[in-house]
């Protein structure tokens, strides 16, 4: 792997320019902050209950595994990052914040935060978040982004394991209700990040990574828009089915769901200029509000005590 960013002449120390926002930027806060939300749903939905100081520990170990876990992926992506107009002011590439500085960071925060999490809360919690952190930074970031198009297929997995860890907190095992709600963040995470691939496929391309616009081709890419979409909604309508989601979540969860299978569709439908940049964006900017806007009504229905329950029809 290069050392590209290390670089000094020779007698001299390379020495960071970063400040405290640069490390917290290494961290991708914007993630983190979609894993607390996640992670904290999976402990409001799971059966049964924990002292908040515990709660609130165990939340913290999680966020700062997702931060440390982003941090090496900064860490080892630093040279593709540099090719791309969307990440090349990160600070590894922009070099306010030195490589061997990056994965020093990751490490030590890897490390703590499973610790912790093991010792606040339960082995299978801390178990998960460090096969999460390894899944991330090793299976996704060191292999499967550079050689395979499905690398954000099976690497969306990374991103859904926080709100098993969190029922896994909860009750020191996994149930049906964090299965749910990993397989919802799993089938979104395709037209999410296939979207913004659409509009970025030539920094991707400069870059060498096999993103799906760049292999299977844009139309292609569209249908897969489309079926992950179809997919993903009637998902995302199982947990009011199951009884942890109320009326409120199955109104959000079927209303959302059917603005993200309309925009897809306007997606496919739209393939060229600048009509087909716009719907990509929609799409993209949506389903970040449509994950989001689940999450939140699930965590407030079952951890504020705003649910109107439903018949349950299965689980």
């Not at 496929?201 to 890419?221: C, E, H, K, L, Q």
Request: with cysteine; net charge positive.
């Amino acid at each position: 792997m290069s050392a590209a960013f290390d670089t000094h002449t020779e007698g001299t120390v390379a020495v960071s320019t970063g400040e405290a926002r640069d490390f917290f930027a290494l961290l991708k806060p914007r993630v983190m902050s979609l894993v607390i939300l996640t992670a904290l749903t999976g402990m409001a939905t799971a059966p049964g209950s924990v002292h908040p100081v515990l709660a609130a520990a165990a939340l913290l170990a999680i966020a700062v595994g997702a931060g440390a876990s982003g941090c090496l992926n900064m860490w080892y992506d630093a040279d593709i990052d540099a090719l791309m107009s969307r990440t090349a002011k990160r600070p590894i590439p922009s070099g306010r914040i030195l490589r061997s500085e990056a994965l020093a960071f990751g490490l030590t925060l890897s490390v703590g935060a499973v610790l912790v999490l093991g010792l606040v809360a339960n082995m299978l919690a801390a178990g998960l978040l460090a096969f999460t952190i390894f899944f991330y930074a090793v299976v996704y970031s060191m292999w499967l982004k550079r050689s395979t198009p499905q690398n954000i297929v099976i690497g969306g997995a990374a991103g859904a394991f926080p709100p098993m860890i969190g029922e896994a907190v909860v009750t020191g095992h996994l149930g049906w209700h964090s299965l749910v709600l990993f397989a919802i963040i799993f089938l979104w995470t395709p037209p999410h990040f296939w979207a913004l691939a659409l509009v970025k496929s030539g920094d991707y391309a400069r870059a060498g990574i096999p993103m799906m616009p760049n292999v299977a081709g844009p139309a292609a890419t569209r249908r897969q828009i489309v079926l992950y979409s179809l997919l993903m909604a009637p998902v995302a309508v199982l947990p009011a089915l199951m009884g942890f989601g109320g009326l409120i979540y199955l109104v959000a969860s079927v209303t959302t769901g059917l603005a993200m299978i309309v925009l897809a569709f306007r997606v496919w439908r739209r393939t060229e200029g600048e009509p087909a940049v716009k719907a990509a964006y929609s799409l993209f900017g949506f389903s970040i509000f449509y994950l989001f806007l689940l999450f939140a009504v699930l965590l407030a229905e079952n951890g504020l005590g705003l649910m109107v329950s439903l018949p349950k029809v299965f689980g």
